[in-house]
């Protein structure tokens, strides 16, 4: 999953230079949006769906298996529409769509739709719980980082953040499971949930957490935090170095601002100066920041995902794409790419509203 | 300052609680009467009996279904009726009549009736999905079907072959997953378009087997629940549950933690460092599958006699077998596995590089060539498709590994573009005519013949003697003389064909202590969970 | 130049207040931004780091008895100890003979994404700052829809496509990180495209392409390369990633990525075969992020980072 960090990193930068340009006015924002969204649902379609139909590895046989007689196969590729130009079955695709039907998964035997409902709870989930570990330690790391610009701890915090940046998350993920469940036994291994337990809570959100909590199965609900803590601990390792090496260089910007120094000369206590004003304008530029990496491990992290056995949408695109299984790929892209897009969308609405200046 | 050290102090606190309360998570073991079982099961696409042709698919199908004839778990090697009680040969060994068991009962409840089992033989044909083979070359098509499987009576069934085979052939085939009977009434209930059910039974069940198909999702999870009115009385363990850990250190984990009752897909290497722990045991089951090596005949070098008889010297045999296959696999160089009727036991070639390097030269390739060797992506194939690239170059054959996906390496190989490639192969039933047909027998080279299923086609190698002996054993009706059939033919097999079959599997099963009586057998599916005690 | 610095002139020549030509108030600029690299004790470490791969892969040939492909069945998984100072892997491979050879494969790596990204990258963005208009808008929402793709899973679409091994690796790796430099390039290219030497150029009556390629590309290159070398690290992550799944270099090669990921089912009784590889990415990723941020403060101070 680190490469997904190291993605998220760069996509988080680049977007958001995106998002601070600041627009003129709030409608054309919106088809600006509108457009962008709809451009890139096109895009997104239209890549995935070429590599589906050029890579080498097989749906038919995926469908048939290895052992099939060239009847069996022949039968299934007019079945699944094969034959025709590539331009049309893009468009019969495209048209269905439209019609919200994403096709039928060949791996789960499932409509597409319903695996993506089923697999992405379990990402949100985990993003979710990530994102909040990176920004409740990540801020006052950056905060502290800032205060104290260039003694040790400055260092030891930029040290850790770098860190968060250079380590292979799959690796990092194999070592913590190694010592803190084979080894010490405090946690409990890969998967959502013990095996036991599945099955007895009523899936309605997908969200484990959610749904044992509505439903009071206290113990499940314990059971599934325990399985959360060390992928989400993962992700959040990257969102927490990213948070908080944001968080700091906002910081020194406000800190040298005239305002701080007029109100230090005030006499203002130090924690007043610190917290109630320069963060608060440090928080506005943070929200940013906060739903870019939320957007970003929403992506689906691959790897971390594999090392935890965490059936999410990020396995399950990838599997997906071994298997050849290319109308999964194309939906949970096209879902993962709306999410980004979405996430980026709303943050930015945020941004707005909190942010004063942008009401001119 | 002071209040920025305490917030970051407080939100790791925060961070260190939500974590640490979880110390110690009940590790009580798993429920009596259930058996939790990891195993990487991301090769099961459907469960329908007529479609499944994967291992986790055969195996889970062997506990939903039973088959017109069947292994039992307490004597793998006999053949014995399964829904059938018993069955006549007509004189001239065309027609089999079967007499179904009395008393059986589906999952649903309904009865086991003569007119199941030909429902059920019927709609393998008429659904021509990729295992229907089995059964279509017996003669059986869309038209004829119909005629030649009928119900007599309530509960008895006649069979025709329309082809020249003998029926001990036949009753062997229809031991494999496409003679599973499903209950005609239930399935026909779920029929849309004249699938006969197809759609419905890729994830549901509907047969008489000792476990009924609970909930299955892709890549998670396979549940299965205890039929109560099975024939041999309910089994032990209430609930089945296959676990989808593709990780096989992760399932060893589970294993000794007790969060698993068995690990299924261990290595050699894990194996041996559990050996130690007391609650674990490990049992030993030989299995049919083989991994071996083809060359493309069409290929202008590897095409050569004698450059095939090379390869033959180059692999490592016994240096694999006892490293990093130990314990798994054993040398095993013909192509009916051993342990079964019909086996050649013979190991005549061994590493021999000299040898290699002097045949070589006889073919005039003496100062080398480069070839690709393409392999599936898993242990062991990587280990061993590196270790013959290594003994290659030291011949002067340079060599390039491609790891692939099934997915991808199938289509290559199917398509003949493979150079010299390293893959498995487990017979469809227990009969070596099973083997026999995918090795030995390629009536027909041509590209647009596209034989696909035959192994002997992909690698385009064609011997019309060879092809005359595989359908003479498959038509010989006195058993001593077709068991000398396949030897001979085999014998033919290991010294001039495209294939270097190297390894035997044998699959090592660990679990918890209690757990005791799992039955695994010579195929894919032969394992029995109605046995199992805890 | 007639007054050739001699070695006791030399520090004072590049400190002088008065430079005489043009050479040498540039030698001068990058002698001062190495005065406050060098003042920089972590990014110096991450110089030191990299210097020291660069060595390791230059003398792999010396620093090893093989080339890290030697089998020996018969010595496998042992661990750590004199003979194999980080012990044997799966097949009887030294793994520090692999660690050292894989260098090069990293460096090899990271050096190609660098060299196809960045031009693609200053090409699109320069051309769609500078010329704007339709131009602009369909570039960045090309680039915009890279963005938006779950990055990841498009290198692993295109390897697929292209099939497994590290040039298609590479590739894959290099489509899906251009498109931040084309975003970087742009914006600089924005601030500058009015400014007066830029002005002066198109009077004179120079060629867009010229412009671009003469005026503003050089301008764009120092955020660039601050960008290329935080990016890096990243790029290092993804292709270990690629490896570990399967998708990069192909066996035998000595891929760190690749050798965790066989690691991986050794890790609970051979903890060195998956752990050594693991260190190994951490400590160069880590170094070039060390060097990009050092790098940063020197040539981008407007990042404000330390002093």
Redesign the interface.
Known sequence: ???????A???I???G??SRSALPSRLFAITKHGF?IL??FV??TA??FI?GR?????PV?????????????E?MRLQLGLDKPLIQQYLIYLSNILQGDFGT??????PVLDDII?FFPATLELATIATI?GV??GI??G??AA????RLI??VI??IG??G????I???G??A??IF??GL???????RI???Y??IVEARSGIILLDSALQGEWEIF??A??HL?LPA?MLATFALAYIARMTR?FM??QLNQEYILTARVKGLS??AV??RHAFRNVLVQLITIIGLTYASLL??S??TE??F?W?GI??Y???S????DMNA?IGG?VV??IC??GVNVLSDILYRIVDPRSHD | ?????K??A???A??VA??MP????A?AG??KN?L?MAKNI?DL??LDPAEV??FTGGEVIANVYDRVMMFEPEDLTTLVGGVTESHTISDDGKTIVFKVRAGQTFHSGNPVTAADVAFSLRRVVKL??????ILTQFGWNKGNVDGLIKTVDAMHVSVTMAADFSPGLLLNALSAGVGSVVDMKEVMKHAKDGDFGYGWL??HSAGSGAYSLQ?W?????V?LSAHAGYRHGAPAMGRI?M?????PA?QR??V??G??DMARDLTPDQIKGMMGNADIVVGDYPKAALIYMATNNAHPILGKDKVRQAIRYVVDYKGMADSFLAGQYKIHQAFWPSGLWGSLEETPFEMDLAKAKALLAEAGHGSGFEIVIDTLKKSPYPEIAQSVQAALAKIGVKSQIILS????L?????ARKHQLIVAQWSP?YVDPHSNADAFAHNPDNRMEA????KLAWRTSWENPSINAMTERAAKELDLVKREKLYMDLQRKVQMDGPFTVMFQKSEQVASRKNVKNFVSGANFDLVFYRTITK | MTDQPTETGLKEWLLSDTPQSVAQARCQRLYLAWLSFSANP?AMLGLAIIVVLVGMAAAAPVLTGGDGTEQALANRLQPPSVAHWFGTDELGRDIYDRIVWGARITLYIVGLVAIIVVPIGLLVGTVAGYVGGWVDIILM??T??F????????????V??L?PGLENAVLAIAL??W??FA??SR?ETLTIRNAEHILAARVQGASTARIIVHHVTPLCLSSVIVRLTL?M???I??????G??GLGAQPPLPEW?AM?STG?QY??DQ?WV??IP?LA??IV??G???LG?GLRDVLDPR?????
């Open positions: 999953m680190s490469q997904d960090t190291a993605n990193k760069t996509t930068e680049a977007a230079r995106i962008s451009l890139t895009g997104l890549i995935t590599i050029v890579m080498p590895a097989d046989l995926a469908i048939v298996g290895d052992r099939a007689s060239n009847e069996v196969y039968a998964s060949i791996m789960t035997t499932r089923r570990f409740f330690l006052p790391m905060v502290l205060v104290n610009q260039g400055d260092h930029r040290i770098l860190f940046y250079s380590v292979p799959f690796w990092l194999m070592v499971l190694l469940y084979a036994g405090w946690l409990p291994g890969p998967g013990a095996v036991y599945d099955g314990w059971n935090l325990h803590v601990s260089s020194l910007d130090e924690g610190i917290w992506e689906g691959v790897l594999t090392i056995a059936p990020g396995q695109i990838t599997t794409l071994f298997n050849a790929v892209t993962v790419g980004f897009v | 300052m002071n209040m920025t050290l917030s970051v407080l939100a790791a925060f961070a939500a974590a979880m110390a110690g998570p590790n798993t429920p259930m939790i991301d696409i459907t042709f994967e021509k999905k990729t295992p229907s083979f890729k994830n909930t999702n892709a890549n998670e999870i549940s549950v676990r989808h850990v593709p990780e992760a984990l589970m000794e933690k969060d698993a996906e099934g997915k991808t199938w289509p290559k190989y199917r469809d596209k034989l696909t299923g | 972590i929402r090309v915009d829809i963005l938006a793709f779950p990055r990841l899973i498009l290198a692993l679409a295109f697929a496509v099939g899906t990180t498109s931040p975003r970087i914006a990016d690290a990243g790029i992550l993804v292709a270990a990633g690629l570990f799944l990525g965790i991986r890790m609970l903890w998956a752990t693991g990415i951490l990723s880590m070039f992020n060390l941020d990042s404000g980072g330390t002093s």
